[in-house]
């Protein structure tokens, strides 16, 4: 069964389940263990829930069982159809991957109008905001700068207080810009 975007959205607008997406495409399968190692903010019981979601809206399956001692570990890793939506990506499958980025858009523009439409949007209060950067850089220096600027927020992907509010940060890296006005 393919997996939703709508559970992948879900996903990636999750800050807990966004960094177990990150670790897993980082590290590859991974018990829970590893990934409280990994990053041992996260609270466990947290993580659990979040394991038992995304399991159950099949973004990751459990791919192996291992018995340590009396416990069981179980070690968890993307669900297969979704291995094989990152493998369009990866192969410059044009149409699957701009219908995964018109949902990215779509979903960040419905979250934006039920805000708007709520009736108490204050939008300097909720310091909501958007803007749009354009950098000169090589495809690698691309990546090397949105790698940096996840490590700046990844602190900010597990709550520490009870003052915080969920909140959605995104980040996109657009197509070059082959026929605008250059900027000086």
Known sequence: MAVSVEAVMDCIGNPLKARVMLLMREFGPMTPKQILQEDPRIPPASLY??????????????VAETKVRAVVERTFYF?????ERIEDVSRNDTESYSRLFMSFGLNLMRRFEEYAANGTADFAKDAVSF???PV?????????????????????????????????????????????????
Do not use: W
């Open 49 to 62: 829930r979040a394991l038992k979601s995304m399991e159950k809206a099949e973004i990751i399956e459990m």
């Open 79 to 83: 669900n297969k159809s979704l291995t």
């Open 131 to 133: 803007v749009s950067i």
């Open 136 to 184: 000169y850089a090589t495809p690698d220096q691309l990546k090397e700068h949105m790698g940096k600027i996840m490590e700046i927020l990844r602190p900010a992907q597990v709550r520490t207080s009870e003052e915080q509010e969920l909140r959605t940060i995104a980040l996109v890296s657009a197509p070059p810009c082959n026929g605008f006005k250059e900027v000086k």
